[in-house]
């Protein structure tokens, strides 16, 4: 049941991406990906948004019945929380798609350590100390690799 949650609310959350979502999140994407952004379309909401919600909290409201239900093994209610949690977290997470807030203040933290550039080499060298020269890698001129034919 883990893996089918996973699986099918994945592929939902891939398809409204693409059919047209308000909040895409493309700044997250890599600078070789960001090609990507071109396949996504800005919109309010799709047509397809509304089954899929439904659908899963249909769902869940079936898990919820099942899990609470006088005589329901201690193991299947444990179980069914647990994918019901997952799933309630994965509705929420498709309802970040649509809602006229930005999710992308959560982790803005981490976007700026990856634009950072990189810390200073702190070592206990004083500032006017010559710096060392890296030595040359010494060269085979007899490797055949580098060698045309």
């Known amino acids: 049941w883990t893996f ?7 592929t939902s ?9 308000r909040n895409l999140s493309e700044e997250f994407l ?4 960001a090609y990507l952004e071109s396949f996504f379309r800005r919109r309010a909401m799709n ?3 509304p089954f899929c919600v439904t659908a899963a909290s249909g769902v869940l409201a079936l898990m919820v019945v099942h899990a609470m239900a006088p005589g329901t093994p201690a193991a299947d209610v444990l179980g069914l ?6 799933l309630a ?13 930005s999710t992308t203040a959560l ?14 080499n702190h070592t206990n060298v004083p500032k006017n100390a ?17 060698h045309a034919r």
């Open 4 to 10: 089918a949650v996973l699986w099918s609310m994945r």
């Open 30 to 33: 890599p600078p070789h990906l």
């Open 89 to 101: 977290l994965a509705i929420l997470e498709h309802g970040m798609l649509v809602l006229p807030v």
């Open 47 to 49: 047509l397809l948004f």
């Open 130 to 146: 010559p710096r060392a020269e890296a030595a040359p890698l010494p060269v085979d001129h007899d490797d055949k690799l580098f």
């Open 81 to 86: 929380t647990l994918v019901g949690t997952m």
């Open 107 to 120: 982790w803005r933290w981490a976007m700026a350590k990856r634009r950072a550039p990189p810390p200073p």
């Open 13 to 21: 959350a891939k398809l409204n991406l693409f059919f047209g979502v």
